[in-house]
C-alpha cells in the first residue's frame, strides 16, 4: 500500500479526504516512474490511447488530442509544453499494480492512471479538478503550487480551462516518490524544473445528472408495460397546437409507472464500474451498452415473431 506519511487510511479518509490536501514526502520509496519519456511518447502516438499535447507559445495555449504522430512530436519548442496520456493502466500493466497501492478507496471510485511528461518550466496551466487526484512524481522535479481560492474564472477563448486568475497559496517541490494528494475543486499548478514524470491517479466523480441520465438509460431496457395512449373522449381544441391538460394528466399517470428496485441500482452500479474506463470514455461506453443491449433486444423480437 502507498505511504500516506504515517496516518492511517482511516486517519486519511476522515481528516483528508475530499477536505484538505495532503503532502507525503517519499511515499512511494524508490519510486522513479515505470516508464520512459520515448515509451509514453509512443504509447501517445497508439490509436487507442487517450492523449494530449499542451503547448504555450507566446503566452497562447494550444492543445491537441491524440493518437499523435512523428511530426507532431517533432516540431515541439523547446519547453513550456506537456504530454498527457489517459489510462496507462489498460496498457502498462506495472501501472495497475500501481493503482492497487490505493486499495483503500473503494474500487467504484478508482478511475484511471494519467501519466504526464513536461521538459522544463512545461505544464498545462493552473486549474480545477472536478475530481480527486493523487500526484505521484516519477523522474524529475515539479513544482506544485495550490490554492483553496474560490474565483474560477477561465482565461478567455483558451482550449483548456485554465484559471485567470491563480493565487498560489502553498507551494511545494516534489522529487521522486513524493506524493501531493488534492481534493476536488482544489486549484493547482504544476511546473517542470527539469525534465519530469508526474503519476496522476484519479478517482471519478459523476455528476448527478450522469447519473440520472444513464439510469434512465438503463431503465428502457428494464421497464415494460402494457397498454397504450389512447383519447376516446377526445374533446374539440381552440388551437391543434396546445397541448391539453387531458393529455398531460394521461402522459403523467403512465411516467407514474416507472420503478425501480435496489437490485436495479445495484445492477446500475455493477454496469458502470464493471471495468475501469478501459478504451471508453463514459459516454462512449454507454453508447456501446446501448447498442449491444438494442441488438439484444431487436434479435428476442425477431424470434418472436418466427
Not at 504522430?69 to 501501472?95: E, G, I, R, T
Not at 478504451?279 to 424470434?303: E, P
Request: glycine content about 6%.
Amino acid at each position: 500500500m502507498i505511504s500516506l506519511g504515517g496516518i492511517t487510511p482511516k486517519d486519511f479518509l476522515r481528516d483528508y479526504w475530499q477536505q484538505r490536501p495532503l503532502l507525503v514526502r517519499n511515499a512511494l520509496p524508490g519510486f522513479s516512474g515505470l516508464l520512459t519519456r520515448d515509451e509514453l511518447t509512443e504509447l501517445a502516438c497508439h490509436e487507442d490511447a487517450q492523449s494530449r499535447l499542451v503547448i504555450q507559445r507566446n503566452s497562447k495555449w494550444h492543445l491537441k488530442h491524440g493518437p499523435l504522430n512523428s511530426n507532431d512530436l517533432a516540431k515541439l519548442p523547446k519547453n513550456q509544453w506537456a504530454l498527457l496520456v489517459q489510462d496507462v493502466n489498460h496498457f502498462l500493466p506495472s501501472a495497475r499494480d500501481l493503482l492497487s497501492r490505493f486499495r483503500f478507496i473503494p474500487h467504484a471510485r478508482l478511475d484511471d492512471l494519467m501519466v504526464s511528461y513536461a521538459p522544463k518550466g512545461g505544464g498545462i496551466g493552473p486549474h480545477f479538478d472536478s475530481y480527486d487526484v493523487f500526484l505521484l512524481q516519477g523522474m524529475g522535479s515539479r513544482r506544485w503550487q495550490i490554492s483553496a481560492q474560490q474565483d474560477d474564472r477561465f482565461i478567455a477563448d483558451a482550449p483548456l480551462k485554465i484559471l485567470k486568475n491563480f493565487l498560489p497559496e502553498q507551494e511545494w517541490v516534489l522529487k521522486p516518490g513524493d506524493m501531493l494528494y488534492l481534493p476536488p475543486k482544489y486549484a493547482h499548478n504544476g511546473i517542470a524544473e527539469d525534465d519530469c514524470m508526474t503519476y496522476s491517479i484519479g478517482f471519478r466523480a459523476l455528476s448527478h445528472d450522469e447519473v440520472m441520465t444513464q439510469f434512465l438509460v438503463y431503465l428502457q431496457d428494464k421497464v415494460e408495460t402494457e397498454g397504450r395512449y389512447s383519447d376516446p373522449g377526445l374533446q374539440l381544441q381552440s388551437h391543434p397546437s396546445k397541448i391539453s391538460a387531458a393529455m398531460q394528466a394521461q402522459v403523467h399517470s403512465i411516467l407514474k409507472k416507472i420503478s425501480w428496485s435496489h437490485d436495479d441500482i445495484e445492477n446500475f452500479l455493477g454496469i458502470i464500474f464493471r471495468n475501469l474506463r478501459h478504451m471508453f470514455s463514459l459516454s462512449n461506453r454507454w453508447s456501446l451498452w446501448r447498442h449491444v443491449h438494442f441488438c439484444n433486444r431487436l434479435r428476442k423480437m425477431v424470434f418472436s415473431l418466427a
